[in-house]
């Protein structure tokens, strides 16, 4: 009997085999790819490894102009990039020939299974598909992938259709219409520009456009606070808040002045807070993003390697809930080896309760440690691993009870307030060191009292429009609006930065990306549509729960991405002038000193972005560009040049580096001649017409002159 498991990625495979059997052999194929053997009485048990997709779709026929007739393939053939990938795939191929038995124990979750299910079926044969057993596990010890292996399931083949049509709707719409929009630019102009549109991607770019445009078309609106300082320590704030009445406002503040304040009433109240919820990975994302600054990606990419060590449970869940199942106690023992978990481990109550969140999953549980320490992890992992551990610590623990003190005030009959606020039982709180306690001293304070009015102010502001998204409120948003999925949705939005549509950690849009969004919305809406995305989201859940199938929802996005196809086929011309014009906009970095543009340019020999002018090659200016250099919205103090930041940590510097040093060599143009309006060199130009010349200075001087007009001017200036 030979039995062939086939796991998602090297570490979890050795962690299954290590627990399968003390008498496991780690070898080599091919002196590249690990896989380890089992020999027990009449059995023998092959692990391999996958390294995430093996396989990627492909056109049938790639030289077609549209691709819906697709197969899947190895990847090293597509992607000359993932030619590591091929040893695995023939490993596979090889180990699976005399097997009898195969066993899928890649994730649990739709990609998962399609990874491990495309493995078996096209590496180990056709036949494989009708022979396979599942394996269930949301953490990679001992105890549970023991369980799985004894009590294996079948294979959810509505999880793999369901994943498989999510690859192919992803190509229909990513491929085919990223293709279409660059073909556009090539027969309007002529150019070859990179553009990327997708299902998901187009509809979260649109998102932020929206808030993009709220933020431009914001009118800011003055307002007064009118606030009184009391015993030098008090600030009291009027009971109107923001007032948008000048008038009203000088009356408060001229009725207040030389005036004491008499407590009107004073209130004292009582809240509950609840502990938190356990973590999901929107949640853990949101945290990390607010506690540590990690961007979303990072956070999933850390949360799964601390999971395929054993150390955390499955990282891509919706669930806010934990299992009875688990041992909470036994997970507790565990982590009280550590000293500083051990503190706030005992101090729990004895019946265990977790205080659980709405969200369920019905693959994996929330996130939890599993309970075995790690020896080494990196400082980020090391945050991220205490993050859950507290969080999971704190969940079980007691409310925590928060006291505030409203006092009402009379200021010339005029009505103030202030708030003081203190935790008056820590709870929860004592456990989860990333909250922020608040501790205010009460004041002995009764209705009646009189208190000194040290000075009335009078502060001016501006309505602020409305914030911009950052990554952590970003997937927030698409959670909301039912946009992409748990595991997808920081890709999209790295995807989104590489593309260059969107920069900084306060997200804004640049010109290409809104132009983009703008364009797309006048010739072809449904791709910007939520609905249209969420209707397709909706109904690939449909093909998991066998409430649709795999066909009709494939046949339908065909019949959706043909239409998107020919609105854009229709207005080609139109389409392709406007996204390359945007394109053109987006690159300009600043003003050249010869009058033109400074333009962000890339070069195919280093490999590498510069800066150039717009007017080369009659201005030769030049800037190299440190590697992941952003520009800033400053310029330098001293030459006027952008200012761009780059390095780690981040430093901000002129984007010439020679800034305020004789630079004469950098500086190279094309002199020909002498301005007679200003006096200033005349250097030689290219425009739409042709050649001409025209005033160094420009556009403090628009002198400007055809070649043949600067002879008659040079014989002019002889005679």
């Not at 009015?453 to 409305?466: A, D, G, L, R, Y």
Request: aromatic share 10%.
């Amino acid at each position: 009997m030979h039995e062939i498991i086939i796991c998602e990625k090297p570490k979890a495979a050795e962690k299954i085999a290590q627990a399968i059997s003390p008498n496991v052999k780690k070898r080599k194929y091919n002196k590249k790819v690990s896989y380890w053997e089992i020999e027990e009485e009449n059995k023998k048990i092959t692990v391999l490894s996958a390294v995430g997709h093996l396989y990627s779709l492909t056109p049938v026929n790639p030289k077609s102009k549209v691709f819906f007739d697709l197969e899947w393939a190895p990847l090293y053939e597509i992607d000359k990039t993932k030619k590591y990938t091929r040893d695995y795939v023939y490993a596979i191929k090889k180990f699976s020939k005399d097997a009898d038995k195969f066993i899928h124990a890649c994730d649990y979750d739709i990609e998962g299974t399609l990874i491990g299910y495309n493995a078996l079926k096209y590496a180990c044969g056709q036949n494989t598909t009708a022979n396979i057993s599942r394996m269930k596990f949301s953490t990679l010890t001992k105890t549970d992938i023991l369980d799985a292996y004894n009590n294996m399931i079948d294979l959810d083949l509505h999880q793999v259709e369901s994943g498989s049509a999510r690859h192919v709707l992803d190509f229909y719409f990513g491929v085919n219409i990223s293709k279409s929009l660059m073909h556009s630019v090539r027969t309007a102009k002529k150019r070859f520009l990179k553009l990327s549109a997708g299902r998901v991607q187009t509809p979260t770019l649109s998102i932020l456009v929206d808030r993009e445009k709220q933020i431009k078309k914001f009118i800011p609106k003055p307002y007064w606070l009118i606030k009184a300082l009391l015993n030098g320590e008090i600030i009291a704030d009027h009971e109107d808040g923001k007032i948008f009445d000048k008038k009203r406002a000088e009356e408060i503040f001229d009725k207040c002045q030389n005036q004491n304040a008499l407590v009107d009433e004073v209130k004292k109240t009582e809240t509950i807070r609840k502990p938190p919820v356990p973590f999901n990975l929107g949640g853990l994302q949101s945290e990390a993003y607010g506690v540590f600054g990690f961007s979303p990606k990072k956070t999933q990419m850390i949360a799964q390697n601390l999971y395929t060590g054993g150390f955390t449970s499955y990282p891509r869940t919706s669930s806010q809930k934990l299992p009875k199942s688990l041992e909470y106690k036994k997970i507790f023992m565990q982590l009280s080896k550590n000293a500083e978990f051990k503190k706030h481990i005992q101090d729990l109550p004895s019946e265990l309760k977790p205080n659980e969140g709405k969200k369920k999953d019905a693959a994996h549980p929330a996130i939890h440690p599993t309970g075995v320490l790690p020896d080494k992890l990196s400082k980020d992992e090391l945050k991220i691993y205490e993050l859950i551990v507290y969080r999971f610590i704190s969940v079980f623990c007691e409310n925590s009870k928060l006291e505030s003190v409203k006092t009402d005030l009379l200021i010339a009959d005029e009505k103030f307030n202030f708030k003081r606020k203190r935790v008056s039982y820590l709870g929860w709180l004592a456990h989860y060191p990333f909250k922020k306690i608040e501790n205010e001293n009460f004041l002995d304070i009764k209705k009646g009292d009189i208190i000194k009015v040290e000075k009335i102010c009078s502060e001016q502001k501006e309505t602020k429009p409305p914030a911009r998204y950052n990554e952590a409120s970003l997937i927030k948003e698409l959670e909301k609006r039912e946009l992409g999925t748990k595991a997808t949705r920081a890709d999209i939005i790295a995807k989104l930065y590489d593309r260059k549509y969107i920069s900084g950690k306060k997200i804004e849009v640049n010109q290409l990306g809104e132009n983009l969004i703008d364009t797309l919305k006048e010739y072809c809406e449904d791709l910007t549509s939520e609905d249209l995305t969420r209707d397709f989201e909706k109904r690939l859940e449909g093909i998991s729960n066998d409430k649709t199938t795999q066909e009709a929802v494939v046949n339908d996005a065909e019949k959706e991405v043909k239409a998107i196809l020919g609105d854009i086929n229709k207005n080609e011309a139109d389409i392709g002038d406007k996204l390359y014009d945007a394109y053109q906009q987006s690159r300009i970095v600043g003003e050249c000193s010869c009058g033109g543009n400074l333009v962000m340019k890339y070069s195919p020999r280093n490999k590498s972005h510069f800066v150039g002018c717009s007017n080369y090659p009659e201005c030769e200016i030049t800037y190299s560009l440190p590697k992941g250099a952003t520009f800033l919205k400053k310029t330098c103090p001293k030459c006027g040049l952008p200012i761009i930041s780059f390095g780690k940590p981040r430093q901000h510097a002129c984007l010439d580096p020679n800034c305020g040093k004789d630079n004469t060599k950098r500086h190279v143009v094309k002199v020909v001649g002498v301005c007679p309006d200003c006096g200033k060199d005349l250097v030689k130009r290219s425009g739409r017409y042709g050649d001409f010349v025209g005033c160094k200075s420009f556009p403090k001087c628009r002198f400007t002159c055809s070649l043949e007009e600067l002879k008659d001017l040079e014989s002019k200036s002889k005679k």
